[in-house]
C-alpha cells in the first residue's frame, strides 16, 4: 500500500519538465500565501483580484513589441498601484471605487490590444490560466528573487503592517506612516502576482493568492503563525495539483488552484463541525 502510493507520487515527479513545474510551483506558493495572508486580514481581496486581471495590457505590450512578458505585468502592477493609491490621497471616494475603476479599465485596455492583434489570440490563454508545465530555469529564478523581497518587505513592515489593519488614525498616531505601508503591501502584493503569473496564470493567480491564507486564518490567529499554515497550505495544493493533473491528464494550473480553493472548504467544514459542537455541550451543560 505504501510502495503504491510512493509510485503514484514519484512517478509524476520524474521528468525535468515536472521537477521544475514543482520547484516554481512552490515558489509560487510561498510568495503569494505569504502577501496573501495580509490580503486577507486587510480585506484586500478585491484589490487581489483586480491586480491579476490589471496586468494584462502589459502582458499583451509585451508581447506585442517582443519586450519580457514579467516586465511588461511588472510595470502594469505599478500603475494599477499608483493609480490606486493617487484615487485614495486625491479624492474622497473609497478605495473599493479606485480599485473598480482600474479594474475594468486595465482589463478592458489589455482585451482591446489583444484584439487588435490576431497573432496573439492564441497567446491569451496562456496569459489567463498560465502552464505551471512550461516553467523555465529564468522564471524559477524570478520567483526566489520575489520570494527573497517578499520576505524582507514584510519583515521590514511587521509593525507597520499590523498597526495598519487593527487602526489606521493609531497608526498614524505612533508614526508608523500608515499611507507608506499600505503603499508598501501594495506593492509586495504587485510583485507576488507578477512573479506567479507565468505559473498558475493572471486569473489562477487570484485563487492562490486568497485560498491557503483563508484557510489558514480559519485555523490561527497570529499572523506570523497563518504564515507558515497558508504556506503549507500552499505547498499540498502544489504537489497534490501535479499529482492528479499528471495521473487524470488534467489542466495543471486549474488542478491547482482548484484543490487551493477545495482545501478551503474541507477546512471550514472542519472548523464548523468543531464549533457546533463545543457549541452543543455548552447547551448541554448550561
Request: net charge neutral; no cysteine.
Amino acid at each position: 500500500m505504501v510502495a503504491a502510493f510512493s509510485d503514484v507520487v514519484l512517478d509524476a515527479f520524474q521528468s525535468q519538465i515536472s521537477q521544475r513545474a514543482l520547484i516554481g510551483g512552490l515558489l509560487a506558493a510561498t510568495t503569494t500565501a505569504l502577501v496573501g495572508t495580509w490580503v486577507v486580514v486587510r480585506g484586500l481581496a478585491f484589490f487581489g483580484d483586480a491586480l491579476a486581471h490589471g496586468v494584462l495590457p502589459g502582458i499583451a505590450l509585451a508581447a506585442i513589441w517582443g519586450f519580457d512578458l514579467t516586465l511588461g505585468a511588472l510595470v502594469s502592477a505599478l500603475v494599477m498601484v499608483g493609480g490606486v493609491n493617487l484615487v485614495n490621497r486625491t479624492t474622497r471616494l473609497s478605495d473599493d471605487t479606485g480599485i473598480g475603476l482600474l479594474f475594468v479599465g486595465m482589463l478592458a485596455l489589455g482585451v482591446v490590444i489583444l484584439s487588435r492583434e490576431a497573432t496573439f489570440t492564441g497567446d491569451l490563454t496562456g496569459f489567463l490560466f498560465g502552464d505551471v508545465l512550461g516553467v523555465r530555469s529564468d522564471e524559477i529564478r524570478l520567483g526566489i528573487v520575489a520570494l527573497v523581497i517578499t520576505v524582507i518587505g514584510l519583515v521590514a513592515g511587521h509593525r507597520s503592517f499590523l498597526a495598519l489593519a487593527v487602526n489606521r488614525d493609531k497608526a498614524e498616531t505612533l508614526g508608523l506612516k500608515p499611507g507608506l505601508a499600505h503603499a508598501a503591501l501594495l506593492t509586495l502584493l504587485a510583485v507576488s502576482v507578477v512573479s506567479s503569473f507565468r505559473v498558475v496564470g493572471t486569473l489562477l493567480v487570484f485563487g492562490f493568492l486568497v485560498a491557503p491564507p483563508a484557510s489558514a486564518v480559519l485555523i490561527v490567529r497570529r499572523i506570523p503563525v497563518a504564515m507558515a499554515v497558508a504556506v503549507l497550505f500552499g505547498w499540498s495544493s502544489v504537489v497534490l495539483g501535479l499529482i492528479v493533473s499528471y495521473h487524470h491528464d488534467t489542466a495543471a494550473s486549474a488542478t491547482i488552484a482548484g484543490l487551493a480553493v477545495a482545501q478551503f472548504f474541507v477546512v471550514l467544514m472542519v472548523t464548523e463541525t468543531q464549533h457546533w459542537r463545543q457549541r452543543r455541550r455548552v447547551a448541554e451543560l448550561a
